[in-house]
């Protein structure tokens, strides 16, 4: 049975960090691209970072770059997202989303590219 969990998120003031986590189990984690998206209220989900399974590639989406970090953990099947400078802005629900045929690229994950997703963490930056 496939699961993803996410955890980590809450309510932070603007220029805090929080790390976002996402625990995988019932599928090849090494073998998985690893993506978080996020959805604010009365917008899209949107991708905001992915790591690949085999080379480690990352992507970010321009918004984010220099403030965020993904990294796996391939012992623990955890995957994280460092966010740092946190903007009023970043405030959505981020998901943690898996696939075993993705690999990331520069065009950036969608949707459709994952099969696995979890349930989502809410973010809000507040002051």
């Known amino acids: 049975q496939v699961q993803l969990v996410e955890s980590g998120g809450g309510l932070v003031q603007p220029g805090g960090s929080l790390r976002l986590s996402c625990a995988a189990s019932?599928?090849?984690?090494?073998?998985?691209?690893i993506a978080w998206f996020r959805q604010a209220p009365g917008k899209e989900r949107e991708g905001v970072s992915c790591?690949?399974?085999?080379?480690?590639?990352?992507y970010y989406r321009d918004s984010v770059k220099g403030r965020f970090t993904i990294s796996r953990d391939s012992a623990k099947n955890l995957v994280y997202l460092q966010m740092n400078s946190l903007k009023p802005e970043d405030t959505a629900v981020y998901y943690c989303a898996a696939d075993e045929m993705y690999y990331c690229s520069d065009d950036g994950p969608r949707m459709p590219d994952f099969g696995y997703w979890g349930q989502g963490t809410q973010v809000t930056v507040s002051s």
């Open positions: 019932g599928f090849p984690f090494d073998y998985s691209a």
């Open positions: 790591i690949s399974r085999s080379d480690g590639s990352t």
